[in-house]
């Protein structure tokens, strides 16, 4: 079996603030409707509305899930008008989301 090594870092290196938002991110990726919203959001930019219309789900469950994960910096918006489009804020946890996906998928 392979060894897997974290270089620069081990667990007595990790402060309260760095293990409160590694746990609070892993508590995003831990909830089904966050995952549909970040996945959504990583093939294409979207609006509040869009994102609804799309995952099927009310528009106050998508900007309350929106403000979990735009404080947790994972999305950021634009505003255009009146309209805010949303996209991923951090590629990092895109990728981790990616590789999960791919995982999940893996036969």
Known sequence: MEEYKVENSSSEDLDSETLFIVSQTFKALGDPTRIRILHLLFKKECSVNAIAEAL?????????????????????YRR???????????????????QMIDHASHS
């Open 56 to 76: 099927d789900i009310r528009q106050s469950t998508v900007s309350h899930q929106l403000r979990f994960l735009k404080n947790l910096r994972l999305v950021k």
């Open 80 to 98: 255009e008008g009146t309209t805010l489009y949303y996209s991923p804020d951090d590629e990092h946890v895109m990728l981790i989301l990616k």
